[in-house]
């Protein structure tokens, strides 16, 4: 079993930064990709960004410019650096891992006011 623990979400003012984290714990051989989502309220789950274990990252066309994800292979730790917020980034985020197994967390909330 594999435990996904989210960290960083908060409230914020437009314009401001948060820092995401998300470790694996657990019975992990390997993970692949280690990805973001968000959800905002009445909306479906959408791609925020990922990082593949070798070191590619892809960013939602929303976010490129602004976000920043990065691991860390040997913790197994996926960040997702959040700067130049907007109110329209309001979202429960979620981290998701693939590999050798696949989970989602729990989500942390972000919150941008205007």
């Known amino acids: 079993q594999v435990q996904l623990v989210e960290s960083g979400g908060g409230s914020v003012q437009a314009g401001g930064s948060l820092r995401l984290s998300c470790a694996a714990s657990g019975s992990i051989f390997s993970i692949d990709v280690m990805a973001w989502y968000r959800q905002a309220p009445g909306k479906q789950r959408e791609f925020v960004a990922a990082?593949?274990?070798?070191?590619?990252?892809t960013h939602a066309d929303s976010v490129k410019g602004r976000f920043t994800i990065s691991r860390d292979n040997a913790k197994n730790t996926v960040y997702l650096q959040m700067n130049s917020l907007k109110p329209e980034d309001t979202a429960v985020y979620i981290c998701?891992?693939?590999?050798?197994?696949?989970?989602w967390g729990q989500g942390t909330q972000v919150t941008v006011s205007s």
């Open positions: 998701h891992i693939s590999g050798s197994m696949t989970s």
């Open positions: 990082a593949a274990r070798g070191g590619t990252t």
